[in-house]
């Protein structure tokens, strides 16, 4: 019986514009290891964390990872104990799914070392109770795909109901991170709790016709379908010189782009690798012009 583990959960871009809170897809990098072990203690220890920058709490109660972790074990009714080392591999507050990565790769390490009791698609409930503490909602579009990997749509969240989506082979992401802050909680706070009806069927045939064409490869069909009528609207203004950038992307050939998760990165789909960085180059270019450095990552 293994004593530790460690586990590595990939970054993730969610809503993918028009699926606000229940799409997402997970990136090959970057993203966060977890190294979990079994204690005498009874309790749920964060022993060290490392790429924070002295940020992260180590209480049990205020870190995604050991909260999660702890969820599971509520469930089981154990009070097993665990040693939790975090090393965080993204930047915090980057839309990229920070605080979901650490909940993913703790809770999917823990399972592992009890004998794997769950599931994958039944651990994501925990990393929510852990994105739940970070940012006050138990949302799925950034645990979803870093647990389950490739494209995912939350059809539910009570029950929890979540599909795997087709990932077209020619399909390209471009993630440019801006080096600026955004904190979950007040992208979140600038998004209306209601909307106008014909936003909201905008929004939800953007979503339906997303999900048709990446089940049919249809580029084209991709490129109409990533349109936020909620989110971007009203988080642009949180990010440095977002629409000169998304201006960048779409006349360097992307087929879309806009905010990953709460930002400040910005996505770019793209058919092909050689389109992928002729936008990838084009969106960094425009922020650096704006004295904003900045990184991009080509995550498919």
Not at 115 to 124: A, I, K, Y
Not at 164 to 170: D, G, I, N, T
Not at 176 to 203: N, S
Not at 248 to 264: N, V
Request: proline share 5%; with cysteine.
């Amino acid at each position: 019986m293994k004593e530790n583990l460690t586990a590595f959960a990939p970054a993730t871009v969610a809503n993918l514009a028009c699926g606000f809170d229940v799409m997402g897809l997970a990136i090959d990098n970057p993203g966060d290891e977890v190294t979990v072990s079994f204690n005498k203690s009874r309790e749920i220890v964060v022993r060290s964390i490392t790429g924070d920058g002295g940020k992260l709490s180590k209480d049990p109660m205020k870190n995604t990872a050991s909260v999660a972790i702890q969820a599971l074990c509520d469930d089981l009714h154990i009070d097993q104990g665990f040693d939790v080392s975090i090393k965080k591999k993204m930047p915090l507050g980057s839309g990229l799914g920070s605080s979901a990565a650490s909940a993913v790769a703790g809770v999917f390490a823990a399972n592992e070392l009890l004998g794997r009791p769950f599931s994958r698609q039944e651990l994501v409930p925990f990393a929510m109770m852990g994105e739940k503490m970070a940012c006050g909602a138990a949302h799925a579009d950034n645990v979803g795909p870093s647990m389950m990997g490739g494209i995912v749509l939350i059809r539910s969240y009570a029950p929890l109901d979540i599909i795997s989506l087709p990932v077209p082979k020619k399909l390209c992401m471009v993630v440019v991170h801006p080096h600026v802050e955004v904190l979950t909680r007040d992208a979140r706070a600038v998004i209306p709790q209601k909307i106008a009806l014909e936003e909201g069927i905008a929004q939800w045939a953007n979503t339906a016709a997303l999900t048709a064409g990446l089940f049919q490869s249809n580029f084209d069909l991709i490129a109409r379908s990533v349109e936020d009528h909620i989110a971007e609207p009203n988080r642009a203004s949180l990010i440095p010189c977002f629409y000169e950038v998304k201006t960048a992307a779409l006349y360097e050939g992307a087929l879309a782009c806009s905010i990953s998760g709460s930002g400040p990165s910005i996505f770019a789909m793209c058919e092909g690798m050689a389109s992928a960085k002729v936008v990838a180059a084009a969106m960094k270019s425009n922020l650096l012009k704006q004295k904003l450095k900045a990184m991009s990552i080509f995550p498919l």
